[in-house]
């Protein structure tokens, strides 16, 4: 059983940064595929970001990629996502999902755990 805490989350004005941290519990996180969705209000959740157990390989949504980066510390138990250049539009609760193996998803039916989201709002 894995379990993942969200922080970081806030607001911030448009074309600021912000970083949401995504710690595991459990020694079996760097066996684990890790990523970032997002929910806007009356949206779906959408993918945004992701990288395989190992680190070596990453995946970006269109929409975010240049200004977000996925990154992952396994001797900390811990995924984080740097955001820049943030817009309205990205305004949204970002959640942190894993599931185990080497491999990297980027649909949400994909994934086996899910942290309990940190909200980002971006003002215009």
């Known amino acids: 059983q894995v379990q993942l805490v969200e922080s970081g989350g806030g607001l911030v004005q448009a074309g600021g940064s912000l970083r949401l941290s995504c710690a595991a519990s459990?020694?079996?996180?760097?066996?684990?595929?890790m990523a970032w969705f997002r929910q806007g209000s009356g949206k779906e959740r959408e993918f945004v970001a992701a990288?395989?157990?190992?680190?070596?390989?990453?995946n970006y949504a269109d929409s975010v990629k240049g200004r977000f980066t996925i990154s992952r510390d396994n001797g900390k138990n811990t995924v984080y996502l740097q955001m820049s250049s943030l817009k309205p539009e990205d305004t949204a609760v970002y959640y942190c999902?894993?599931?185990?193996?080497?491999?990297?998803?980027?649909?949400?039916?994909?994934?086996?755990?899910w942290g309990q989201g940190t909200q980002v709002t971006v003002s215009s």
């Open positions: 999902s894993g599931r185990g193996g080497p491999g990297i998803w980027s649909t949400k039916d994909e994934y086996d755990y």
């Open positions: 459990g020694r079996t996180f760097s066996r684990f595929g």
């Open positions: 990288i395989s157990a190992s680190g070596l390989s990453r």
